[in-house]
């Protein structure tokens, strides 16, 4: 199965994406994730990558195409992926598009959690991440509403888009996934 996994920080994506792994098995990509290694171990990219993540801003373009299009090529992607945090832009849907095409592999589904703005800030707060400070915060869902929420349309579109009340326990949630996933 090859899925993307879109919704505003603090959804539950992380927790649900977890779900998913141990249900169906798809290599977990989780962008942020990567990014967060790299910024550990302290390389270019991570160093680079941090400006961004800190101000709650995207990290530009062409460093995640460059990340994930390395990162799709190895070969535990070929039983099926999830990503999780990628794409966040039109141009980041649009390569990922391209290098899914060239390999003859299309996307399955788009998973949309969808969960208020109001409900997000309360999430976010109790969290204490490093990038989830009240002005990091409402940098990342107003940047989710004008940059990453286009590609809703984008993959509408396309009729891959499954949308998700991402409101409830996670196991109600997880409920809905699954009743869409089971078609694949
Ligand atoms: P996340 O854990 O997915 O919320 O990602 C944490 C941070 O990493 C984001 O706020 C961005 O700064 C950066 N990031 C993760 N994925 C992407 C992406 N696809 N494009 C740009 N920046 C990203």
Redesign the pocket.
């Known amino acids: 199965m090859r899925i993307v996994f879109v919704g505003p ?1 603090g959804a539950g ?2 927790t649900q994406a977890e779900n998913i792994i141990k249900k169906y098995k798809p290599v977990h990509l ?7 290694a790299a910024r550990d171990a302290k390389t270019p990219v991570g160093v680079e ?1 941090d400006k ?2 800190s ?7 062409e ?2 195409i460059g990340i ?1 299009s390395e990162r799709l090529k190895r070969d535990d992607c070929k039983n099926g992926f999830l990503l ?6 039109i141009a ?1 849907a649009e390569a990922l598009d391209k290098m899914l095409s060239a390999a003859n592999t299309p996307l399955d589904v788009v998973l949309e959690l969808k969960v208020h703005d109001d409900e997000l800030r309360k999430r976010l707060a109790g969290r204490g991440r490093k ?1 989830d400070k009240p002005e ?1 915060v409402e940098e ?1 869902i107003k ?1 989710y509403h004008s940059i990453t929420s286009p590609l809703l349309d984008y993959y509408g579109k396309k009729e891959l888009l499954e949308t998700f009340d991402g409101i409830g326990t996670t196991a109600d949630v997880f409920a809905r996934i699954e009743k869409v996933l089971e078609k694949f």
């Not at 999780?84 to 832009?89: H, I, K, L």
């Open positions: 920080p994506k992380g989780s962008t942020g994730d990567m990014l967060r990558a961004y993540m101000a709650g801003q995207l990290v530009p373009d460093v995640i994930i999780d945090g990628f794409p966040r832009t980041q990038d990091a990342r940047g």
